[in-house]
Nanobody, 125 residues
Framework: QVQLVESGGGLVQPGGSLRLSCAAS????????MGWFRQAPEKEREFVSA????????LYADSVKGRFTISRDNAKNTVYLQMNSLKPEDTAVYYC??????????????????WGQGTQVTVSS
């Protein structure tokens, strides 16, 4: 069974930084695009960022462009989300997910088939 385990969340002040990690196992990690999504209280889950199987052509939501950076290390089966200049509106549970189809990347939530358990990010003074 595919496993995705997020880590790195926490409480940070506005303007601060966090780095999320997602450790993947039990599938051919280097063949799949990976994405990050988030869900704030009483809001729908939304796309944050995605990266291709080879680590190129990242996609970002407009709300995080220029502040967040997605990357991956295929040797470690891990995808990262570096979050800088954090704002209170970034507060959410962050999830990593695997694209359903190998060698394809989208920002559509329904195109992702496996999800981690989520990690809480709280931005507050």
């Amino acid at each position: 069974q595919v496993q995705l385990v997020e880590s790195g969340g926490g409480l940070v002040q506005p303007g601060g930084s966090l780095r999320l990690s997602c450790a993947a196992s039990r599938f051919a990690f280097s063949a799949y695009a990976m994405g990050w999504f988030r869900q704030a209280p009483e809001k729908e889950r939304e796309f944050v960022s995605a990266i291709t199987w080879s680590g190129g052509s990242p996609l970002y939501a407009d709300s995080v462009k220029g502040r967040f950076t997605i990357s991956r290390d295929n040797a470690k089966n891990t995808v990262y989300l570096q979050m800088n200049s954090l704002k209170p509106e970034d507060t959410a549970v962050y999830y990593c997910a695997r694209q359903r189809q190998a060698y394809k990347m989208t920002r559509v939530m329904g195109d992702y088939d496996y999800w981690g358990q989520g990690t809480q990010v709280t931005v507050s003074s």
